[in-house]
Each structure stands twice: as C-alpha cells, then as structure tokens.
C-alpha cells in the first residue's frame, strides 16, 4: 500500500500546537476582558485546532482530492447553516415567543 | 499474522484500502452534518438568550470540560501513534498506543459521569427537571438542556469509540495491522480523532465563552 507517512516529529508538533493553543484560548476567555469579541476569538482557535487535528492526525494531509472536497462541502454546508440560523433569529423586528415554562413555573425570574 | 481479505469487487488491497478510506469520510462527513444540527439549534437560543448563555458557561463546570480536553487530545496522538507502529509493522507498540487510547476514552467517560453528578446536585439538570438556584432563567433552562443534549449525544459516540478502540487493540497484538495493509486500523483512528474534534467545539461554546 503505498501512503506517504507522518513523521513522529510531526504528531508531537501538532500536539504541542493543540496545547499550546487551548491555553491561549484558555486566557483569552478568562483573562483578557474582551466580552464582545471574546466568543469570536475562541471561535477562530477552535478551528484553528481543528484545522491541526484533521491535517495531522485524521490524515488529511495524505487524503486523496475526492475526500477534501467531500469535507470542504460538509463544513460549507454547516456554515451556511449555522449562518442563516443566527442571521434570521438576530434580525427579526419582532422577536419570536420564547418558549413558555410549563404551570406552576413560579422558579423563574423571566 | 493473518494475510487481508480482498473482496472480489477489487483487483488490489490499494484500490480496496482506497474505496474503505472514501467511505469512512463519507460517514464522518454525515456525522459532522448530524452535528450540526445541535450546533445550529445552540447558535438559535444563544442569539434569542444571549446574556443567560454566557452566565451559563461562566456557571458550567470548566475545570472538568477543560481536563476532557486535554484527555481528548492526548488520545489523538496515541491513535495517531498506534497508526504510526503498524505502518512500521511494530505490532506491540500499536497494540499498546490503542490500550493507551482506550484508556483515555474511559478516563473522559469517568470525568463526565462526575461531573454530570455534579450537575444533578446542583439542579443543572435538562428541560422540566432544572431547578439551578443560580441562574433561575430560561434561558439557562435552555443552555444545561443544550448542554446535556450535545454532550450526551457525544459521550455516546466516545462510548462506541472505545468498544472499537479496545477490538482494534486485540486484532493490533494478534498482528492483523501490518505496514502493506492496516486500513482499517485507520478508519478507527479517523473516527477517534472526529470525536476529539467535536469536542474541541463543544469546549469551546459550552465551558470557554
């Protein structure tokens, strides 16, 4: 079978990298005031680590054309989703009911 | 050391390890879609319930999400390892790397039931049953009920993944991955490390921010 093969050098790379990562998300989150862009943020090193897992240690690197493009229209499609969601549900004029709590709900403030 | 099985559809073990690697990416592709509809419904309520999303994660438990992290990425790289031994056709190491990675997957598993019972404790529990004295909204009724959905339905598939981890590592130590064929070794790792990346997400929108 012929597969070009990752180093052991590059595993431990891209793990470090992963550490590395989490704990600036880490601090970002906690440490850095930012509550507007915070999210944002977080977000973009989320992916990022993604990026490493699937490049490093789900192969893509080695992957044929056939399975980044399967996976590139997957992750469109998602975000697409997630896009339209929240660009409907932020920009009604009138916001829909929140669901009701059940009777005898007296435990919540709103 | 057992010789693989080529399907009669196939001229060559290239061209079936080629076709097996496709169809795993198909599946994983189909779960990230089916993901994707719990994300999409979290990104729904934390645009209508904001400022309760955000008091909900500052109230989660950050110290157990943040140890399954680093429980889950360390698992990758012991799967990617294992994968690395049988391409050097070194059976015991990959047997031990996925012992390693299964072992990592029950010490995830054990964090979240804790920290679950945690939740019940403190009433952090889903839909009618929430009575979270510190964030008495529905709002927060609504992020715990997002959060023992989306977590629920991945410790599930961790669950599946250490039953075919633990299987891989006794066909790894019987010699059944070899350097010229190991193709479905790979297909496990691929399914380990898609777990591990949902869970980067899940991290990350459920504990971080």
Same mark, same amino acid.
């Given at each position: 079978m012929s597969v070009?093969?990752?180093?052991?050098?590059?595993? !431990?790379?891209?793990? !470090?990298? %992963? %550490? !590395?990562?989490?704990?600036?998300?880490?601090?970002?989150a906690r440490a850095v005031p930012w509550p507007r862009w915070d999210l944002v943020i977080? !977000?973009?090193?989320?992916?990022?680590?993604?990026?490493?897992? %699937?490049?490093?240690?789900?192969?893509?690197a080695e992957a044929s054309f056939q399975i980044r493009l399967g996976l590139g229209v997957a992750v469109s499609l998602l975000l697409t989703l997630l896009l339209l969601t929240v660009a409907d549900v932020a920009t009604r004029h009138e916001q829909p009911m929140a669901p009701r709590p059940g009777p005898g709900f007296g435990f919540y403030r709103r | 050391m057992s010789e693989p099985a080529l399907g009669e559809q196939f001229h060559d073990l290239e061209r079936q390890a080629a076709t097996?690697?496709?169809?795993?990416?198909?599946?994983? @592709?189909?779960?990230?879609?089916?993901f994707a509809a719990l994300f999409t419904l979290y990104a729904a309520y934390r645009t209508m319930f904001s400022e309760d999303f955000r008091e909900g994660v500052l109230h989660n438990t950050f110290a157990y999400g943040t140890a399954n992290l680093f429980i889950l990425l360390t698992s990758?790289?012991?799967?990617?390892?294992?994968?690395?031994?049988?391409? *050097?056709?070194? *059976? *015991?190491?990959?047997?031990?790397?996925? @012992?390693?990675?299964?072992?990592?997957?029950?010490a995830f598993i054990a964090v979240k039931l804790t920290e679950y019972g945690k939740h019940v404790e403190e009433g952090s529990t889903p839909g009618p049953w929430y009575h979270y004295a510190e964030l008495p909204t529905f709002g927060g009724n609504r992020f715990f009920t997002m959060y023992w959905g989306m977590t629920g339905f991945h410790v599930l598939?961790?669950?599946a993944g250490v039953l075919v981890v633990s299987w891989m590592a006794v066909r790894a130590f019987k010699g059944h991955y070899?350097? *010229?064929?190991? @193709?479905?070794?790979?297909m496990g790792t691929l399914y380990w490390s898609l777990v591990d990346l949902m869970w980067i997400f899940l991290w990350t929108i459920l504990y971080l921010s």
């Open positions: 070009k093969t990752a180093s052991l050098g590059s595993y !431990l790379l891209a793990y !470090l990298a %992963l %550490l !590395l990562m989490a704990g600036v998300a880490i601090v970002f977080d !977000l973009a090193l989320a992916t990022a680590m993604a990026g490493v897992v %699937l490049w490093f240690f789900m192969h893509l | 097996l690697r496709f169809g795993m990416w198909i599946f994983l @592709v189909s779960e990230i879609l089916l990758s790289l012991t799967a990617s390892l294992a994968l690395y031994g049988a391409r *050097r056709d070194r *059976r *015991r190491w990959t047997g031990l790397m996925l @012992v390693a990675t299964a072992a990592l997957g029950l598939h961790l669950a070899t350097a *010229r064929y190991h @193709v479905k070794l790979e």
